[in-house]
T-cell receptor, first 113, second 112 residues
Framework: SQTIHQWPATLVQPVGSPLSLECTVEGTSNPNLYWYRQAAGRGLQLLFYSVGIGQISSEVPQNLSASRPQDRQFILSSKKLLLSDSGFYLC????????????FGPGTRLTVT | DQQVKQNSPSLSVQEGRISILNCDYTNSMFDYFLWYKKYPAEGPTFLISISSIKDKNEDGRFTVFLNKSAKHLSLHIVPSQPGDSAVYFCAASHFGNEKLTFGTGTRLTIIP
């Protein structure tokens, strides 16, 4: 069966520090991968998605970037965190094209202080 | 532009009664709709979906209804249980689109 991992579960970082969040999926190959953010009291905002290694689509201009160095690995990064980057970050995957259901990881709670 | 809207931020329902969560959309290209349930500090879990070729889909206590002419869908939970207390998101997509568009969520509270 497929599983999705995210780490760390929680993170407290000072403003201006770098960020690296990692997501990996097991039990499947060539998944579509997604990064979302849920700000306090808000819905799910799609940040990035990837349909293959090295292929990244950005949904909103911001202080973050994403990379997909391996088929089942998706990384969310920032060079310098802002206070507004605080939120709950979620990684999700789908088996591929024409499969709408996305399956989410446990999330990372990021607090920028 | 919010293409998927959940106009009720919260809903309280007595245990054992029916919970009805509503969702409206504006993009007529959407042809697939999903509901997710989310507990605090956890990722959303997929609940139920419906294709635009149907107007109803049922899975146990959960039923989703789709009214294409009104661009409206609803999730019915019968009977409501305390474990159903969570935030519910509706989402939509269309053929050829790799993305889901989510609503802002409705917090459902089941009162024992």
């Amino acid at each position: 069966s497929q599983t999705i991992h995210q780490w760390p579960a929680t993170l407290v970082q000072p403003v201006g520090s770098p960020l690296s969040l990692e997501c990996t999926v097991e039990g499947t190959s060539n998944p579509n991968l997604y990064w979302y953010r849920q700000a306090a009291g808000r819905g799910l905002q799609l940040l990035f998605y990837s349909v293959g290694i090295g292929q990244i689509s950005s949904e909103v201009p911001q202080n973050l970037s994403a990379s997909r160095p391996q088929d089942r690995q998706f990384i969310l990064s920032s060079k310098k965190l802002l206070l507004s980057d605080s939120g709950f970050y979620l990684c999700a995957w789908t088996p591929g094209t024409a499969i709408y259901e996305q399956y989410f990881g446990p999330g990372t709670r990021l607090t920028v202080t | 532009d919010q293409q998927v809207k959940q106009n009720s931020p919260s809903l309280s329902v007595q245990e054992g009664r029916i919970s009805i969560l509503n969702c409206d959309y504006t993009n007529s290209m959407f042809d697939y709709f999903l509901w997710y349930k989310k507990y605090p500090a956890e990722g959303p879990t997929f609940l139920i979906s419906i294709s635009s070729i149907k107007d109803k889909n049922e899975d146990g206590r959960f039923t989703v209804f789709l009214n294409k002419s009104a661009k409206h869908l609803s999730l019915h939970i019968v009977p409501s249980q305390p474990g159903d207390s969570a935030v519910y998101f509706c989402a939509a997509s269309h053929f050829g689109n790799e993305k889901l568009t989510f609503g802002t969520g409705t917090r459902l509270t089941i009162i024992p």
